[in-house]
């Protein structure tokens, strides 16, 4: 939600008014954008992980302008899409390199 909203005010906001009247007037766009962004973000984490860090933390530091439902509608649904392609594509690497460790003891 944090990186739509600068990406849709195009600078730092007090009132929002774009980001929110873009989920009113253009929710299918929003929505392509907020999974596009999951999906990169997503992407960038498991570099990260793959280059050695051990932690990583998400923000979504403007997520507290919505009521608890929109939370829900618009944010949510995108830090669980991060999540859930970490753990599908790490877990992918750690079986092909538990294979790789088993072929090469063979």
């Known amino acids: 939600w944090t990186l739509a909203t600068y990406i849709i005010e195009g600078k730092s906001t007090r009132t929002y008014t774009g980001i929110k009247r873009?989920?009113?007037q253009s929710p299918l766009i929003l929505r392509s954008l907020l999974s596009h962004l999951a999906q990169e973000i997503a992407n960038y984490m498991i570099y990260?992980?793959?280059?050695?860090?051990?932690?990583?933390?998400i923000f979504d530091s403007w997520g507290g302008q919505l009521t608890p439902e929109q939370w829900?509608?618009?944010s949510k649904p995108y830090i669980q899409q991060v999540i859930f392609r970490i753990i599908v594509v790490m877990k992918e690497i750690k079986e092909n390199?538990?294979?790789n460790?088993?072929?090469?003891?063979?």
Do not use: R, T
């Open 22 to 24: 873009m989920c009113y």
């Open 48 to 57: 990260q992980i793959e280059q050695g860090a051990q932690c990583i933390q």
């Open 72 to 74: 829900d509608y618009w």
């Open 97 to 99: 390199m538990q294979l």
């Open 101 to 106: 460790s088993f072929d090469a003891s063979i």
